[in-house]
């Protein structure tokens, strides 16, 4: 079955830098594009970050770009998010999505915690 593995959320202090990243399974995870979101307390799940099957394009959210990076290795069945200049708006779970046979799948997110 469908399986994403996040990791690398932490505490980390306002500016600092975090690269998370999700492992993917039971899917051609070479041929899927890979999407970040992120959901804070009391907020809506909020589009990150989208790379394509090759990693040759990427998209951001506006409140991202310019300091988050989205990569992939597929020979690893991973996908990472470097997070530079974090701010504490940055706070949140975040969790990669996966779109398999029509059905969306999620992993179980990772906390991401931008605090001094």
């Known amino acids: 079955q469908v399986q994403l593995v996040e990791s690398g959320g932490d505490l980390v202090q306002p500016g600092g830098s975090l690269r998370l990243s999700c492992a993917g399974s039971g899917f051609t995870f070479s041929s899927r594009i890979m999407r970040w979101y992120r959901q804070a307390p009391g907020k809506e799940r909020e589009f990150v970050a989208w790379?394509?099957?090759?990693?040759?394009?990427?998209s951001y959210g506006d409140s991202v770009k310019g300091r988050f990076t989205i990569s992939r290795d597929n020979a690893k069945n991973t996908v990472y998010l470097q997070m530079n200049s974090l701010k504490v708006e940055d706070t949140a779970a975040y969790y990669c999505k996966v779109q398999v046979g029509g059905d969306d799948y999620w992993g179980q997110g990772t906390q991401v915690t931008v605090s001094s």
């Open positions: 790379i394509s099957v090759s990693g040759a394009s990427t």
